[in-house]
């Protein structure tokens, strides 16, 4: 799957924008050092993934809740940390639209960022 950071239009001639949110995300505070690599990982596992439905999403990562018009949540680094994609099926792209802590995550609306 290709990973991508923030809106669809935004995006479509970068090759791979979402490892420089994610480690900008990491390396911003040192409080955040122990998300390197669990987020690291989670980016490796849906770079190699192929979810044509959330079903197969759910398959590949049990702890990640499915929301409705193709959003996801993962819990990264035994809860600590939340990514929030949006899942476009028919390509196989997904969208990073939220990383944080989870007290940050529990502040925005999964649905609508």
């Given at each position: 799957?290709?990973v991508?950071?923030?809106?669809p239009?935004?995006?479509?001639q970068?090759r791979d924008?979402?490892t420089?949110?994610l480690?900008?995300?990491?390396?911003?505070?040192?409080?955040?050092a122990?998300?390197?690599e669990?987020?690291?990982?989670?980016?490796?596992?849906?770079r190699?993934?192929?979810?044509?439905?959330?079903a197969?999403?759910?398959?590949?990562?049990?702890?990640?809740?499915?929301?409705?018009?193709?959003?996801a949540?993962?819990?990264i680094?035994?809860?600590?940390?939340?990514?929030?994609?949006?899942?476009?099926?028919?390509?196989?792209v997904?969208?990073?639209?939220?990383?944080?802590?989870?007290?940050?995550?529990d502040?925005?609306?999964?649905?609508?960022?």
């Amino acid at each position: 799957m290709l990973v991508r950071f923030g809106c669809p239009q935004k995006f479509d001639q970068m090759r791979d924008p979402a490892t420089h949110p994610l480690k900008a995300f990491i390396s911003r505070s040192t409080m955040y050092a122990d998300a390197r690599e669990p987020v690291m990982a989670w980016y490796r596992q849906v770079r190699g993934a192929d979810w044509a439905t959330p079903a197969d999403v759910k398959r590949a990562i049990r702890s990640a809740s499915i929301l409705k018009d193709g959003r996801a949540v993962f819990n990264i680094a035994g809860n600590e940390y939340r990514i929030v994609v949006w899942n476009n099926y028919p390509y196989r792209v997904v969208y990073v639209r939220f990383i944080g802590t989870h007290r940050k995550y529990d502040r925005i609306d999964a649905q609508s960022v």
